[in-house]
């Protein structure tokens, strides 16, 4: 076979490899993606439970508010109010008991993890009381469920705060809480407006 041949051969061979490994990534993703929607539903459960708490201080803030005559400030007022309870809600979830924190997290990793070979970055602040213990427990988990339980804590990020960052060899995907809460916001705004001046957004 004339060297054109196999030169040609080697280079389809290849390409052939690379996009069944790009298409790999990409259902990796998106699976991992799916399993983050529903973790993002607990979360938002969370953040209305706050916003109810919170709903006759923030009325009393929106009512002096709304004294101020200028549609733009009063506006303006009510978005403040509701960043604050997005910011509370995260706040509440960083902080929560170390043995309630971990359990949060280790749900997130079940039900979040493909194939038991993923690598978790979390906060500096986590490094301590999301330990290799905990990562142990969760491997024995992934084992009993017929995954590789071979998951591996990686180390901190100094981008997250609360939560984590799962990381295979084609995929990255961040699970901080102020991501996820990011991503919430769009859909829960008009529900926290609601609980707060008793209107729609």
């Not at 101020?68 to 809600?89: M, P, S, T, W, Y």
């Amino acid at each position: 076979m004339a060297i054109e041949g196999i030169l040609e051969r080697i280079n389809s061979n290849g390409e052939e490899k690379a996009s069944a490994i790009k298409e790999e990534g990409r259902l990796k993703r998106q699976e991992i993606i799916s399993g983050a929607e529903s973790q993002a539903k607990e979360i938002s459960d969370r953040i209305i439970r706050e916003a109810k708490e919170k709903a006759e201080l923030e009325k009393l803030r929106a009512s002096v508010s709304a004294k101020l005559g200028h549609r733009k400030e009063v506006l303006k007022e009510k978005q403040n109010l509701i960043q604050d309870c997005f910011r509370a809600a995260l706040d509440e979830l960083v902080n929560l008991p170390t043995e309630e924190y971990g359990a949060v997290i280790r749900k997130m990793l079940l039900s979040l993890v493909s194939s038991g070979d993923e690598h978790v970055l979390v906060s500096p602040e986590d490094e301590k009381r999301l330990d290799s213990e905990l990562i142990a427990r969760i491997n024995n988990e992934l084992s009993a469920a017929g995954k590789k339980g071979n998951l591996e804590l990686e180390g901190a990020s100094p981008t997250i705060h609360g939560g984590f960052i799962l990381r295979t060899a084609e995929v990255e995907v961040d699970c901080s809480f102020s991501t996820l809460l990011a991503q919430l916001r769009e859909e829960l705004q008009s529900d926290v407006a609601g609980i707060l001046f008793g209107e729609k957004k």
